[in-house]
């Protein structure tokens, strides 16, 4: 319980942090409704839980895999290098990472 209440703060500044790298304003979404404070809320909790059930004493694996007689293995690793991790989908959900659209004249289309 005391990891977890001392790690939202640290995820919250995170959220931030995303929002300034985007141009952003992360409270002032919210407080303009653009953002609805039980979406953040679930996705800092999201965000903490999976950091609460990361191992700290090894490498957490998302996938292994193994052989025998060839002497084969390898496996994913759920956060390279430890740390807080933010995936692309919560920020998605929070609208920090859109596609953009953008458009360009090729050609000078006269009058």
Do not use: C, H, W
Not at 26 to 48: C, F, N, T
Not at 74 to 103: A, C, D, H, W
Request: hydrophobic share 40%; aromatic share 4%; glycine share 10%.
């Amino acid at each position: 319980m005391e990891k977890a209440l001392a790690l939202i703060p640290v995820v919250e500044d995170s959220l931030r942090q995303e929002a300034l790298n985007v141009g952003k304003d992360l409270d002032a979404l919210v407080e303009s409704g653009r953002i609805l404070p039980a979406v953040l809320q679930s996705v800092v909790v999201d965000i903490v839980g999976r950091t609460l059930l990361t191992s700290t004493r090894s490498e957490p694996m998302t996938q292994f895999t193994q052989s025998a007689l060839g002497y084969s293995a390898s496996g994913t690793y759920l956060v390279p290098g430890g740390g807080l991790f933010i995936k692309n989908s919560e920020l998605r959900r929070l609208g920090l990472r859109r596609q953009k659209v953008q458009m360009r004249e090729l050609y000078d289309i006269g009058d």
